[in-house]
């Protein structure tokens, strides 16, 4: 199995964030032409690289979300033909990832309320622009991140409340956030995915950070590197495949996120295609 060394970009270790939680603002199309979004008043996280051994989990069973906060399913998409910019295709898809949940752990009640795209590379600057479209499609993730535990009970409680459910607030029930992540090509070499084992990153690898919009903000955590952490990656994924991570679970004992992002495959091709990716994020809720 091939098993590979490659960087992934951590928060920086900074004397700044002992006094201080780093925090970044994202503007959006609205403001983005008025705000330089990397002045220092406005995005303090810093990031640096660290060399990291990724071991292949292909062909090995042993990985769970209980126990890891990630593992691998066998899924059939639908449609891959579809054009996920539309609005109609990523409704679907949502649609279709709670059905996939429902089943898979047998949900009283799944909510995929986010579905993003990623695309690596640079815009073709001759292509016309459609923001509304463009809007949707974002390259992958820089530093290593995860939701937080004070963000996920705030988070659970605002979606259930918006959508008509309130009546899943009560004892009884598990909570679980969870993503999946899937290439959408044939087989994906340029910037696949990286996934950290849960049991391995310490209390204090973790650093709760700001995530800012016009009106609204959420925290996350950025790591820090540590050369304790277990870090892992499927090799030759294929949109059949789908990454499960866990980012919360309200039961005792099991696994509370999975830190992950992307990272340079040392392995693929010159002439790869460049990475695309729709990943998805779900509230699921079963019975305790």
Same mark, same amino acid.
């Given at each position: 199995?091939?098993?590979?060394?490659?960087?992934?970009?951590?928060?920086?270790?900074?004397?700044?964030?002992?006094?201080?939680?780093?925090?970044?603002?994202?503007?959006?199309?609205?403001?983005?032409?008025?705000?330089?979004?990397?002045?220092?008043?406005?995005?303090?996280?810093?990031?640096?690289?660290?060399?990291?051994?990724?071991?292949?989990?292909?062909?090995?069973?042993?990985?769970?979300?209980?126990?890891?906060?990630?593992?691998?399913?066998?899924?059939?998409?639908?449609?891959?033909?579809?054009?996920?910019?539309?609005?109609?295709?990523?409704?679907?898809?949502?649609?279709?990832?709670?059905?996939?949940?429902?089943?898979?752990?047998?949900?009283?009640?799944?909510?995929?309320?986010?579905?993003?795209?990623?695309?690596?590379?640079?815009?073709?600057?001759?292509?016309?622009?459609?923001?509304?479209?463009?809007?949707?499609?974002?390259?992958?993730?820089?530093?290593?991140?995860?939701?937080?535990?004070?963000?996920?009970?705030?988070?659970?409680?605002?979606?259930?409340?918006?959508?008509?459910?309130?009546?899943?607030?009560?004892?009884?029930?598990?909570?679980?956030?969870?993503?999946?992540? +899937?290439?959408?090509?044939?087989?994906?070499?340029? /910037? *696949? =995915? %990286?996934?950290? &084992?849960?049991?391995?990153?310490?209390?204090?690898?973790?650093?709760?950070?700001?995530?800012?919009?016009?009106?609204?903000?959420?925290?996350?955590?950025?790591?820090?590197?540590?050369?304790?952490?277990?870090?892992?990656?499927?090799?030759?994924?294929?949109?059949?495949?789908?990454?499960?991570?866990?980012?919360?679970?309200?039961?005792?004992?099991?696994? +509370?996120?999975?830190?992950?992002?992307?990272?340079? /495959? *040392? =392995? %693929?091709?010159? &002439?790869?295609?460049?990475?695309?990716?729709?990943?998805?994020?779900?509230?699921?809720?079963?019975?305790?």
């Amino acid at each position: 199995m091939p098993d590979v060394t490659s960087k992934l970009d951590f928060l920086a270790d900074l004397d700044l964030y002992k006094t201080e939680r780093p925090f970044v603002f994202t503007p959006g199309q609205e403001f983005e032409e008025k705000l330089d979004t990397g002045e220092e008043n406005l995005n303090t996280v810093q990031l640096e690289w660290a060399d990291v051994l990724l071991k292949d989990i292909r062909g090995k069973e042993k990985y769970s979300l209980g126990d890891n906060g990630f593992e691998v399913a066998k899924n059939e998409t639908r449609n891959l033909s579809l054009d996920f910019l539309e609005n109609s295709a990523r409704e679907d898809y949502a649609r279709e990832t709670e059905e996939f949940w429902t089943s898979y752990l047998n949900a009283e009640y799944t909510l995929c309320y986010n579905v993003k795209l990623r695309r690596n590379g640079y815009w073709d600057p001759s292509e016309p622009v459609d923001l509304v479209r463009r809007g949707w499609l974002e390259p992958p993730a820089k530093g290593i991140h995860d939701l937080t535990f004070e963000q996920a009970p705030v988070l659970i409680a605002r979606k259930l409340a918006e959508h008509g459910m309130e009546e899943y607030l009560q004892p009884g029930y598990r909570y679980r956030v969870v993503n999946t992540w +899937r290439p959408l090509l044939p087989v994906i070499e340029d /910037n *696949p =995915l %990286a996934f950290c &084992d849960s049991r391995s990153v310490e209390p204090s690898d973790l650093v709760l950070a700001d995530r800012i919009f016009p009106n609204d903000y959420y925290t996350l955590y950025f790591l820090k590197h540590n050369p304790k952490q277990q870090w892992h990656w499927l090799s030759e994924q294929t949109p059949r495949e789908l990454v499960l991570m866990l980012m919360y679970d309200t039961k005792p004992g099991a696994a +509370r996120f999975c830190a992950h992002g992307s990272f340079q /495959n *040392p =392995l %693929a091709s010159k &002439d790869a295609p460049m990475r695309q990716s729709i990943e998805t994020r779900s509230l699921v809720i079963t019975k305790e």
